[in-house]
């Protein structure tokens, strides 16, 4: 796996967990009544990893994140059984099946957001 | 939705080794049978939200949970450590007993929520701890699970 697809994949985790636990109910309930999680104090420490990872991206990938982040929630999407599960539309044949394409930071050619192979 | 669907015995390790939280939360992803880069993921995903706050939730149990694009379904494990293991926590004891839950950050069927609560449920119920503690097979363990209707 591409080391910035790795930050980049931590970054969009971060993110699924902070809004689970901004929406009220749901995921937040549930950390604060199960496992009495400090959720201020935890969407605070949340913010500071996604700043401290989003430090880690290279400036091109930082810049295409940014982008892609202002308009849509999820820039990387699993691709499984070569279908990119962003746009639901097949990935190229030659970025599905070549290895050592798939070891480097691809995107999708429909919903350009980042591809995460799923074996 | 009963949480029985979600186990089979390959995912119930009843003999962890670990002495650590980072130990046990290694042994617990690796019953899940991923490869070695999301496995390194996801524990990073794991103690991050372990240092948001203890997953331990008192009685011996505790549910490390996450959600991870590592993941393309929800995916469960249960381990004991019979010795125990500190946890942080929230009634301060050891702990022995641990659900892992992960899930994708989106699921079609919505059910990370749901399982982590019956989980929850499921660790409060009278004798569970003691139960758990009896337990020599990972068949005895489903069948728990299926006993107390969850």
């Given amino acids: 796996m591409h080391p910035q697809l790795e930050v980049l994949l931590q970054i969009q985790d ?3 967990q902070k809004r689970e636990l901004e929406e009220a109910g749901g995921g937040r309930q549930v950390q604060e009544e199960q496992f009495k999680l400090d ?4 969407l605070e420490a949340l913010d500071g990893k996604i700043e401290e990872l989003e430090g880690d991206l290279d400036p091109p990938v930082r810049r295409r994140y940014e982008r ?3 308009g849509i929630t999820r820039v990387v999407a699993p691709a499984i059984n070569g279908t990119c ?3 639901f539309v097949s990935v190229a044949t030659s970025v599905a099946s070549d290895r050592s394409e798939r070891n480097s930071l691809r995107s999708c050619d429909n919903c350009g957001r980042f591809l995460y192979f799923v074996s | 939705m009963v949480l029985r669907e ?3 015995k390959d995912v119930v390790a009843l003999d962890l080794q670990g002495d650590s939280k980072d130990e046990i939360l290694k042994e617990l992803i690796a019953l899940l049978a991923l490869d070695e880069k999301s496995e390194g993921i996801l524990f990073k995903m794991l103690k991050r939200r372990e240092n948001l706050g203890s997953t331990g939730i008192g009685r011996g149990i505790a549910i490390p949970h996450c959600r991870s694009l590592v993941v393309n379904r929800l995916r469960i494990a249960f381990g004991r450590r019979k010795a125990g293991v500190e946890f942080k926590a929230i009634d301060d004891h050891p702990v022995h007993y641990f659900f892992l839950i992960v899930a994708p950050p989106l699921e079609v069927s919505n ?5 982590l609560g019956k989980i929850a449920q499921f660790a409060k119920e009278p004798q569970v701890p003691e139960r758990l503690a009896k337990l020599e097979t990972p068949e005895e363990f489903l069948a728990l699970l299926e006993e107390k209707s969850v």
């Fill in chain 1, 14 to 16: 971060l993110k699924a």
């Fill in chain 1, 39 to 42: 959720v201020p104090a935890a």
């Fill in chain 1, 68 to 70: 892609m982040a202002s």
């Fill in chain 1, 85 to 87: 599960y962003g746009c």
């Fill in chain 2, 6 to 8: 979600f186990f089979d």
């Fill in chain 2, 111 to 115: 059910q990370y929520l749901p399982v």
